[in-house]
Nanobody, 123 residues
Framework: QVHVRESGGGLVQPGGSLRLSCAASGDIFRINAMAWYRQAPGKQHELVATLTSLGATNYVDSVKGRFTISADNAKNTVYLQMNSLKPEDTAVYLC?????????????????WGQGTQVTVSS
């Protein structure tokens, strides 16, 4: 089993900063990629940022220059540093982890989600 847990959400004023953390634990052979998504009320699920095992990153246009995704590989933890926050960044932020783990005698890829953490940007 693999567990994914996010933390770091909260209420912040426009222009402020927050850092989200996402820790993966359990039966993990290798983490292939980690990503942050967000779900705002009345809006579609949105991919915010991705980080591969090779260190490649990608961001949705609306957060480029403001958000930074990074990882501590020794801790199986990914972070999302969010600066210059705007009210439109308000959402539940969810972490997704793609891992390789042994299953039925083979190394297979699995995707796991955390429960989400609320980020509210408001004055």
């Amino acid at each position: 089993q693999v567990h994914v847990r996010e933390s770091g959400g909260g209420l912040v004023q426009p222009g402020g900063s927050l850092r989200l953390s996402c820790a993966a634990s359990g039966d993990i052979f290798r983490i292939n990629a980690m990503a942050w998504y967000r779900q705002a009320p009345g809006k579609q699920h949105e991919l915010v940022a991705t980080l591969t095992s090779l260190g490649a990153t990608n961001y949705v246009d609306s957060v480029k220059g403001r958000f930074t995704i990074s990882a501590d590989n020794a801790k199986n933890t990914v972070y999302l540093q969010m600066n210059s926050l705007k009210p439109e960044d308000t959402a539940v932020y969810l972490c997704n982890v793609e891992v390789s783990r042994w299953s039925l005698g083979s190394l297979r890829a699995f995707s796991y989600w955390g429960q989400g953490t609320q980020v509210t940007v408001s004055s």
